[in-house]
């Protein structure tokens, strides 16, 4: 058997005509970000989240763009170093376009402010990006077909950090089948990038009791995400 030689993961420069040495590109495969999403369904040709969104406007990929107004494909920093992900807009999100505009939007948007982040440097999607009638939990073919867009939405703004809202984002982005009970709070990493779940602030409205491990939560959040600021400016 070949033993491993000290330079096996080391790459020889080739010599250009001129004479000098330069690296060889090195083709990487792509490894797509989410569980169960095909390198070719994750919009490798798409360069820009601008492009991105203007695909993603015109889609009719799956049932749910034929019962809503309009596709609401994501709101805030292209450039985000934190991306938050829902599950689905809701009637107020539908009308329009922009996700986390409702009751649970203005909510998330107070947590926003006491965690010390503005909502325009994070960056807001939602695991499906039509609304499911009557706020229903998009089922699991919509949210396999729509992922992509979430794929490719992750490739282009490379956060460094996930938060998960809710289980459908939990789900889909860390783990499926997992329980948010038992995975909120804690920190997991995939590719280079750090991940937590915790609730989504519609659940914060229906039941108090999840106000405070959220906000135990959210003070994790932000501590990361100061930790991440200072490394940045060092
Ligand atoms: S929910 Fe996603 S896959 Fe379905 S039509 Fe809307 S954008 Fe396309």
Known sequence: MKQPSLFDDLQADKQTEEGRFQAEPVEKEYVPFLPGVKAEEAFLDVHDLHELRLQCQEC???????????????DGNPHA?????????????????????????????????????????????NVVKCRPPGNR?????????????L??????????????L????????????????????RWLTRQ?????ATYHPAALLRNEKYK???????????????????????
Not at 60 to 74: A, I, M, N, P, Y
Not at 111 to 119: D, P, T
């Open 212 to 234: 405070r491990p959220t906000w135990e939560d959210f003070k994790q959040i932000r501590d990361s995400y100061k930790l991440l600021k200072t490394d940045q400016q060092d």
């Open 81 to 125: 170093d934190l991306m938050f992900i829902g599950e689905g807009p809701g009637a107020d999100e539908d009308r329009t376009g922009i996700p986390f505009v409702g009751r649970a939007g203005k909510l998330l948007d107070k947590i926003l402010a006491a965690s010390e982040l503005q909502r325009d440097e994070v960056y807001i999607t």
């Open 166 to 185: 809710g289980a459908a984002a939990l789900q889909t982005v860390i783990k499926p089948g997992a329980g948010i009970g038992a995975t909120r709070g």
């Open 137 to 149: 939990l998009p089922s699991p073919l919509e949210t396999k077909i729509c992922r992509s867009y």
């Open 60 to 74: 009719q990929k799956c049932e749910l763009r034929g019962q809503c107004t309009q596709v609401v494909f994501g």
């Open 192 to 196: 280079g990038i750090r991940m937590m």
């Open 151 to 164: 794929e490719a939405q992750i490739r282009l703004i490379q956060p460094r950090l996930i938060v998960c």
